[in-house]
């Protein structure tokens, strides 16, 4: 498995468990390249299999946010 998807999977556990709520902001991607010790493709990466899913979504300018509806039956 590439570690973007790891990433992600992590990523969609939190957000499925409702460790991450809905509207919350994802930490910037300096702050998971730091946490995760993963490179700024392995962050991207990972924004877009969660975007493609839409459990997250962008917004020009603010930052990554938890979408209002994840939908928890989404495949990993």
């Known amino acids: ?8 999977a992590s990523l969609r556990h939190m957000i499925q ?6 509207g919350e902001q994802l ?9 995760y010790q ?3 493709g392995t ?3 990972a924004m877009l299999v969660l975007k493609a899913q839409d459990l ?9 946010f938890v979408t209002d509806r994840p939908d928890a039956s989404r495949p990993a």
């Open 56 to 64: 997250v979504e962008g917004r020009q300018g603010v930052g990554v």
């Open 38 to 40: 993963v490179s700024y």
């Open 17 to 22: 468990s409702g460790q991450l709520r809905p």
């Open 27 to 35: 930490p910037s991607t300096a702050q998971f390249i730091q946490r």
């Open 43 to 45: 962050v991207r990466g």
């Open 1 to 8: 498995m590439a570690k973007f998807d790891d990433l992600a």
